[in-house]
């Protein structure tokens, strides 16, 4: 698995470090990553459930909510057993194809994500600004068109990149100091030209999780303008409970993608171990703690949620 340099070797057969650095505390790691995948898969699956069978929460907001809790368990699921086998039994080996395989679900989750945070910023701008008009906006047929274009929008801004990928000759090292496979870890070991890469991976960012962020904060603007504008108190207070668990989410999500961003651009003396690990909350954290958000913070779900697991048993 030793570096090689020579233009006509392309490697098809990768190794994944894990977390460089911190090999003999693998099997310690393993323990928040494994509770936070099992909280994840537990915790946005019951969601899921509870929101498809339950008439009452078949509203344009929890249908979104639905949609975010599916990503999270693919974005989950892209990540941790990959870690957990690295951690548990040293199984980093990992081949080229595979790599591009999981280095797209993951990206393209990820686009999908900040895509559904997006559509429940205007999901409240609705129903904060128009309230009349809410449903009347927002049907059932508008909200699975919303999900399909989400979902085309993030497979399709990825799946060039597949093909960029592809054509790269793997000369430098299959030694990737990481936990899974991402665009940039990779790219960056190809002894080609990457000014198309990057290049490209500026215009995803820019048409995707840049944009998306730009028309929430807009939304957000005008959803508090129609807030202080309400005359009364009460109205304003439940106005902006409404949107509390959606704000949690928004910080929850992009927060740590841009303090790992930082780091990057300006944590030139801070190892790559640590890199690694942040960039594994900006994946771990937010499907863990999204359905936990949501629980606590909207009444509708909280109540179906002890109606299931409490009610039932008794």
């Given at each position: 698995?030793?570096?090689v340099?020579?233009t006509?070797?392309?490697?098809?057969?990768?190794?994944?470090?894990?977390?460089?650095?911190?090999?003999?505390?693998?099997?310690?790691?393993?323990?928040?990553f494994?509770?936070?995948?099992?909280?994840?898969?537990?915790?946005?699956?019951?969601?899921?459930?509870?929101?498809?069978?339950?008439?009452?929460?078949?509203?344009?907001?929890?249908?979104?909510?639905?949609?975010?809790?599916?990503?999270?368990?693919?974005?989950?699921?892209?990540?941790?057993?990959?870690?957990?086998?690295?951690?548990?039994?040293?199984?980093?080996?990992?081949?080229?194809d595979?790599c591009?395989?999981?280095?797209?679900?993951?990206?393209?989750?990820?686009?999908?994500?900040?895509?559904?945070?997006?559509?429940?910023a205007?999901?409240?701008?609705?129903?904060?600004?128009?309230?009349?008009?809410?449903?009347?906006?927002?049907t059932?047929?508008?909200?699975?068109?919303?999900?399909?274009?989400?979902?085309?929008?993030?497979?399709?801004?990825?799946?060039?990149?597949?093909?960029?990928?592809?054509?790269?000759?793997?000369?430098?090292?299959?030694?990737?100091?990481?936990?899974?496979?991402?665009?940039a870890?990779?790219?960056?070991?190809?002894?080609n030209?990457?000014?198309?890469?990057?290049?490209?991976?500026?215009?995803?960012?820019?048409?995707?999780?840049?944009?998306?962020?730009?028309?929430?904060?807009v939304?957000?603007?005008?959803?508090?303008?129609?807030?202080f504008?309400?005359?009364?108190?009460?109205a304003?207070?439940?106005?902006?409970?409404?949107?509390?668990?959606?704000?949690?989410?928004?910080?929850?999500?992009?927060?740590?993608?841009?303090?790992?961003?930082?780091?990057?651009?300006?944590?030139?003396?801070?190892?790559?171990?640590?890199?690694?690990?942040?960039?594994?909350?900006?994946?771990?954290a937010?499907?863990?703690?999204?359905?936990?958000?949501y629980?606590?913070?909207?009444?509708?779900?909280?109540?179906?949620?002890?109606?299931?697991?409490?009610?039932?048993?008794?």
């Amino acid at each position: 698995m030793g570096t090689v340099n020579h233009t006509d070797i392309s490697h098809t057969v990768f190794h994944l470090l894990g977390i460089p650095g911190l090999e003999d505390q693998h099997m310690w790691i393993s323990i928040p990553f494994f509770i936070s995948y099992i909280t994840a898969l537990l915790g946005n699956s019951l969601l899921i459930f509870i929101i498809l069978t339950r008439p009452s929460l078949h509203g344009p907001m929890y249908l979104f909510l639905c949609m975010l809790a599916g990503a999270d368990i693919v974005l989950s699921t892209s990540t941790v057993p990959q870690a957990l086998s690295i951690f548990w039994f040293h199984a980093g080996e990992i081949s080229l194809d595979r790599c591009i395989t999981q280095l797209f679900f993951i990206h393209s989750t990820f686009i999908s994500e900040s895509g559904i945070l997006l559509v429940m910023a205007f999901d409240r701008y609705i129903a904060i600004c128009y309230p009349l008009r809410y449903t009347t906006v927002l049907t059932n047929s508008l909200i699975g068109k919303i999900g399909v274009g989400i979902f085309l929008r993030s497979y399709g801004t990825i799946f060039p990149i597949i093909f960029l990928l592809k054509r790269l000759t793997f000369c430098r090292t299959n030694i990737l100091p990481h936990t899974a496979c991402e665009h940039a870890g990779l790219s960056k070991y190809a002894c080609n030209d990457l000014q198309v890469h990057i290049w490209y991976g500026f215009f995803v960012l820019m048409s995707t999780v840049n944009l998306d962020v730009v028309l929430i904060f807009v939304s957000y603007v005008l959803i508090l303008r129609a807030v202080f504008r309400m005359p009364s108190q009460d109205a304003r207070h439940k106005a902006l409970n409404t949107c509390g668990s959606h704000v949690c989410v928004i910080i929850l999500f992009y927060g740590p993608g841009i303090f790992s961003t930082l780091n990057h651009q300006f944590g030139y003396k801070i190892s790559t171990g640590v890199h690694v690990l942040l960039a594994n909350v900006c994946i771990l954290a937010p499907p863990m703690l999204n359905p936990i958000i949501y629980g606590v913070k909207t009444k509708q779900i909280r109540d179906q949620v002890t109606h299931v697991l409490f009610l039932k048993v008794i």
